[in-house]
């Protein structure tokens, strides 16, 4: 093959790549992304906010515990925003799909447990709905890091993991016989406030992931 024809392959080679310079980098960065979202898996946080109670009336009494709301919330969604946007949508579904792969074939990582059987596992829709949120919402975040990229990936990302959660939820439920009492009150305790949270916690996730992003290449270069 002459020079002529080599040197621009080779440049066109390293134009593809700047991205991944260094693939023992990526492959770190992979492995430790993937460790912080099965880490994400065990912490339960609690949340506390105001709220106006039901029944308030100036002429009641109400106790002060009354006007706080708590909520317990699994940061998994958060968290894999944030690897999201920190690694891009290719190396961020690599993880997703690593995670997966560890829980059903390896080590127990999921809430529940692990293993194959976890399919059986209403919650499992979610699980596997990793993988299409994240490249969604990486694919938005890969055109531009402006502010209405980062609200639509929170949006649709975060959006299609509770849906496909839903959805295999009901249809595991309908297999097993489960009635609509069952389906309403798993969909509210699973998806009902919880995709609120998620959604605006998902969104500082992006936030914080953009700047490590950035300090990524920064790096890089």
């Not at 529940?112 to 699980?127: C, D, H, P, Q, R």
């Not at 609200?151 to 496909?164: D, E, N, Q, S, Y």
């Amino acid at each position: 093959m002459s020079e002529e024809v080599l040197i621009p392959k080779m440049k066109r080679l390293d134009k593809k790549g700047e991205s991944i310079k260094i693939p023992v980098n990526n492959f770190m960065l992979g492995i430790l992304c993937t460790l912080l979202l099965i880490g994400a898996t065990f912490i339960d946080v609690d949340i506390k906010h105001y709220i106006i109670p039901a029944g308030f009336s100036f002429s009641k009494h109400f106790a002060y515990d009354d006007f706080i709301y708590s909520f317990s919330i699994i940061p998994q969604i958060p968290v894999l925003m944030l690897i999201c946007s920190a690694l891009g949508r290719r190396l961020a579904t690599t993880c997703a799909c690593l995670y997966v792969a560890v829980g059903l074939f390896i080590l127990p990582v999921f809430a529940l447990g692990g293993g194959i059987t976890y399919i059986a596992e209403y919650s499992f829709g979610y699980v596997i709905a990793f993988i299409l949120g994240v490249f969604i919402a990486g694919t938005l975040l890969n055109k531009k890091y402006s502010f209405l990229n980062m609200i639509l990936a929170t949006i649709l990302g975060v959006t299609a993991i509770h849906i496909c959660g839903i959805a295999y939820m009901v249809l595991l439920a309908l297999i097993k016989g489960e009635g609509s009492v069952f389906i309403q009150s798993w969909i509210s305790a699973q998806s009902g406030l919880k995709v609120l949270y998620d959604m605006i916690l998902g969104f500082i996730g992006i936030l914080i992931g953009k700047y490590i992003h950035e300090f990524l290449k920064f790096i890089s270069d």
